[in-house]
């Protein structure tokens, strides 16, 4: 293995720990991939994942239009809203203690194989972090990112399905890089990004509330990431 190779990889677990390093589940069918994967030598991302991560169409009751996402940030899981008493749920990664935040946004950009720029605020708690990495399989954006407007918060793939179901970012949504390609396709800009608290009535002794929750209305973005 090449020295670049082994940087490339080093610095791709070093980043996951930052941006971009459980309620009773509806009754779910399958839903098949509609995305190949970009890779298609990679190890299958579902395979590597608890089956309640696995993407798949599910029970929702919501008076959401379709279209619109949901983050159920206690459960990790990520709602795409088709309407009709369904949605289409994906296993996620989101911020570790003292990242969480809620709030209701919009999707105000889309890109394939991001570039990635931590935020001075990152660099100020990092300062070993690179200070841009191009977009490719080495990034830790992923495949694809979809910008939370008002924010610096992505909802982004990752490399590391290990990440999913887990509290690691400092504030980013991760899915895997076979299923933000699959939400990326559905998802228009425009379209409205719900993320629940972390702390609701119906949390498990387990899942206890994080200790600093950012949360904002619609006028006044977090300068935290």
Request: glycine residues 8%.
């Amino acid at each position: 293995m090449s020295r670049k190779t082994l940087f490339a990889g080093s610095l791709t677990a070093l980043v996951a720990l930052s941006c971009a390093a459980a309620q009773a589940e509806p009754q779910s069918a399958s839903l098949a991939p509609q995305v190949a994967p970009a890779d298609q030598s990679a190890p299958d991302a579902d395979a590597q994942m608890a089956p309640r991560l696995q993407r798949q169409i599910v029970s929702y009751a919501s008076n959401e239009t379709p279209g619109t996402i949901v983050i159920d940030t206690p459960h990790t899981f990520l709602y795409y809203v088709l309407g009709d008493g369904k949605a289409i749920r994906y296993g996620i990664g989101v911020g570790r203690q003292g990242f969480t935040w809620s709030g209701t946004r919009q999707v105000v950009r889309k890109a394939e194989w991001p570039d990635w720029y931590p935020p001075p605020e990152m660099i100020a708690r990092q300062p070993y972090l690179p200070r841009m990495i191009g977009g490719g399989p080495g990034n830790p954006l992923g495949a694809r990112a979809m910008y939370i407007g008002g924010t610096e918060y992505r909802i982004h793939g990752t490399n590391d399905p290990s990440s999913i179901g887990k509290f690691m970012s400092s504030g980013c949504i991760r899915l895997t890089n076979e299923d933000v390609e699959d939400l990326y396709n559905r998802v228009q800009i425009g379209a409205k990004v719900i993320v629940l608290p972390m702390h609701t009535p119906t949390q498990t002794a387990q899942q206890k509330p994080q200790a600093r929750r950012m949360s904002w209305n619609i006028t006044q973005p977090s300068s935290l990431y």
